[in-house]
């Protein structure tokens, strides 16, 4: 598990560098560790929602304690498995199968880089350096930016075209949303 040669291949698989297959381990062995990047993720996103409903708090002029680990730990985990079985049905469905495994790989680790940049900017609000809306914006443009990277990765790894690219990455980014707006709702 090399961070900055996948790094790297972020940048070569959404933009234009040639051989960005040569940035992951495309093997079984480097799916098994996409998921295991996505467990390492956990605490970043632990870290914004936390400084979110904190915020949502004292905004609200309440006192509330921290967010309880197993309801985020489930609902997190959710949020962040389910973009693999929806992968799994639209590679089944498109006859894509092969495509697969690089797609998760490559997404896997695209959320877990913009889920620690985003954690480090919520915790520079929690320092008070920043503002929160700096914070909460950056987020917000994140999480909007994976509908870019949803869409190049269906162009580049799995082999769509811009049309289905972009309904796909529409269609998963919604469904993303939706369990989000649950996570919200339960805390």
């Not at 040569?22 to 936390?50: E, T, V």
């Not at 880089?113 to 609000?125: D, E, G, Q």
């Amino acid at each position: 598990m090399n961070l900055m040669k996948s790094f790297l291949g972020l940048f070569a698989v959404i933009g234009n560098w040639p051989n960005w297959e040569s940035y992951f381990d495309l093997s079984r062995k480097g799916l098994k560790i996409s998921f295991l990047i996505l467990l390492l993720a956990l605490p970043a996103y632990y870290i914004i929602i936390s400084s979110v409903y904190a915020r949502g708090a004292e905004l609200q002029g309440l006192t509330r304690g921290a967010i309880p680990v197993p309801p985020f730990l489930i609902i997190t985990s959710v949020f962040l498995l389910s973009f693999s079985a929806v992968a799994y049905l639209i590679a089944m469905i498109s006859d894509k199968q092969d495509r697969f495994r690089p797609w998760v790989i490559t997404r896997h680790w695209t959320m877990f880089y913009l889920a620690w940049v985003v954690a480090a900017l919520f915790s520079i609000y929690i320092l008070g350096l920043i503002p929160f809306n700096l914070a909460y914006g950056t987020a917000f443009a994140a999480y909007m930016g994976v509908l870019a990277i949803d869409i190049r990765l269906l162009q580049k790894v799995v082999g769509f075209k811009l049309g289905a690219a972009i309904l796909l990455g529409c269609v998963i980014i919604a469904m993303s949303l939706t369990l989000v707006m649950l996570c919200l709702e339960q805390l």
